[in-house]
């Protein structure tokens, strides 16, 4: 496989980012790279406790009756699930692979504000250890769910401390969020290498932009939800409380007005990182790339202008706005699907561990988005409103499209971050017992909802039907528990004695592929020209040549825009 080797003239080094690798660097760092490993180490942590939350939830389902925990310690147990993977690993972990990965591609040295960069960081892990403390509390965690509808997270039906820890934890990861949101969208804006427009940057980075724009919007009224539910909470404050004024659905207003868009900020990261291991696994150039550009764009402008779609049932929204809202967006996404099998068609393609996660992706993606679109009609939505058909169509677009997007990503990315390959024995091992176990998992349970079982129960009778479907869900979420463990096998032993890797061990597309791999603490020593939305593929075959841009001003570009 062709490689390019970049020249590395011995170039000053910026003066805070001396290569040290020690515990006491990566809590001091600014490097973008390092805080992003942060992020990424953090919320995989997060996401294996939201996992074992996960089986206990699926072993007490496995049959009828209450075997290992009461009614209102299954409550806490499937809330606190959802907390941590939809707050605190899901929406966090791109962030992550966004501060590594959109300062390369852009051609930049750093992000625009580095101690920003780290200060948002350290808020999504100081709020991250609140939400998590509540598990100590007297009273334990909260019990609401992760969507926290008044009155069952009043003070009234939900006393202690657990609650109030939940929302001023996720207050504070949200004031990191935004904070990290602004850093992201300037760096994007400002701080591209010359020649690299905005129709030059790669599909991940302007999924990212996207994503940051979305949270910069969705965030600040999670934040007034919070703080509301709070002084309800404490100070006798009456937003929800219809006995004196208030409106429950007035929560399910502002709450979906982030929640819906927050779908979006979860999983654009992950169509970008699908949109940069296809073409490259593929042998071709992304198909549509301008037109997946603008598909990103109406994902994200139309997430706004469905979030009552998820309150059919309260009688209190236009049915047919938000109906028809809710089928238009499908029309964007649909788009995505279609240019990335184009992409693929009669290409030469490589089954990698990476491109076999990118095609689960696909598979499992296309069943959650197609039984969203019946969740679209309000007929439809009205008979299976709180089913376990819900929990399934929700767990295929939040959960499958995340870990299979996720997980291409990172067999991707991998050697560019450690300079060693992943085994590619142990990541197809991976890949297949998590695609069966997810499949096993979550399938049967939309057959659990069209038979009537309702969701957040923890027990149900043993004469309706459901004992079957219930077990095999249960055995398919230990199956995916267990897939992760070749994962992080994998990761521990290729950290320490994996097959090296050059610098683009994949002949990738983008511009992080023309630096070493793992990259400086500057990150280029010299970059090609960019002609194209291709400048790895190009300097390759000889359209750019490392000596297009010299000197200090190139390996450190400038943070205005040429």
Do not use: C
């Not at 850093?183 to 701080?191: A, D, P, R």
């Not at 409380?241 to 819906?260: A, E, I, K, M, Y």
């Not at 992409?343 to 993606?365: E, K, P, Y």
Request: no cysteine; hydrophobic share 50%; glycine share 10%.
């Amino acid at each position: 496989m062709a490689t390019t080797e970049l020249p590395s003239p011995a170039l000053p080094e910026a003066p805070h980012e001396a290569p040290r690798n020690g515990l006491i660097d990566y809590i001091t760092t600014v490097d973008h790279k390092k805080i992003g490993i942060l992020y990424i180490y953090t919320a995989f942590g997060i996401f294996l406790l939201g996992g074992i939350l996960a089986m206990l939830v699926r072993a007490e389902l496995a049959k009828p009756g209450l075997q290992y925990m009461s009614e209102n310690t299954y409550n806490q147990i499937f809330s606190m699930h959802g907390t941590l993977m939809i707050f605190l690993f899901a929406a966090q972990v791109s962030t992550g692979l966004a501060n590594y990965f959109v300062p390369l591609q852009i051609g930049a040295a750093d992000v625009a504000f580095p101690r920003l960069n780290a200060m948002s960081y350290w808020t999504y892990l100081f709020g991250s250890l609140i939400v998590i403390s509540s598990f100590f509390v007297a009273g334990g965690p909260a019990a609401a769910a992760w969507t926290a509808y008044p009155p069952l997270s009043d003070s009234r039906y939900l006393q202690g401390a657990g609650m109030d820890l939940w929302i001023i934890g996720l207050a504070v990861v949200g004031i990191g969020g935004i904070a990290g949101a602004i850093n992201l969208v300037t760096t994007i804006f400002t701080m591209r290498v010359p020649g690299m427009t905005m129709f030059r940057i790669p599909l991940f980075a302007w999924t990212v932009l996207v994503t940051q724009l979305l949270i910069m919007f969705a965030f600040p009224p999670l934040t007034v939800a919070l703080a509301t539910l709070f002084l309800e909470r404490n100070f006798g404050a009456a937003f929800y409380d219809p006995t004196v004024g208030g409106s429950p659905v007035l929560w399910q207003h502002v709450f979906w007005f982030f929640g819906h868009p927050e779908v979006y900020i979860v999983i654009l990261p992950g169509f970008g990182m699908i949109s940069e291991v296809i073409p490259v696994f593929s042998r071709k150039p992304l198909f549509g790339y301008r037109a997946l550009v603008f598909a990103t764009f109406g994902i994200g402008a139309l997430s706004f202008g469905v979030w009552a779609h998820h309150m059919f049932a309260t009688g209190q929204v236009n049915l047919p706005w938000f109906s028809i809202m809710s089928f238009l967006i499908a029309v964007p996404t649909g788009i995505k699907v279609f240019n990335w099998v184009a992409t693929m068609w009669r290409g030469s393609i490589t089954f990698t561990t990476s491109m076999l996660m990118a095609l689960g992706f696909l598979a499992v993606f296309l069943v959650g988005g197609i039984t969203g679109v019946f969740l679209a009609s309000p007929p439809i939505d009205f008979a299976v409103n709180d089913t376990y058909y819900v929990v399934a169509h929700f767990h295929y677009v939040m959960v499958g499209g995340l870990l299979f997007a996720l997980f291409a990503g990172i067999y991707f990315w991998f050697p560019k971050m450690s300079g060693r390959f992943l085994s590619e024995g142990w990541g197809k091992l991976h890949f297949w017992r998590l695609f069966v176990g997810f499949n096993l998992t979550f399938f049967p349970q939309f057959i659990l909802g069209l038979q009537g079982m309702p969701r957040r129960v923890a027990n149900y009778q043993g004469n309706l039907g459901w004992d079957g479907l219930n077990l095999t869900s249960s055995l398919g979420a230990f199956l995916t528990g267990i897939s992760t463990l070749p994962f992080l096998w994998n990761v521990f032993v290729s950290l320490r004695k994996g097959k090296p890797a050059p610098g683009d061990p994949w002949e990738g597309n983008s511009l992080e592929w023309t630096t070493s791999s793992p990259p400086p603490p500057h990150n280029f020593h010299e970059l090609p020209e960019i002609r194209s939305e291709r400048p790895a593929f190009d300097l390759r075959h000889g359209a750019g040549h490392p000596g297009g841009h010299t000197g200090p001003e190139t390996s450190y570009p400038s943070r205005g825009r040429r």
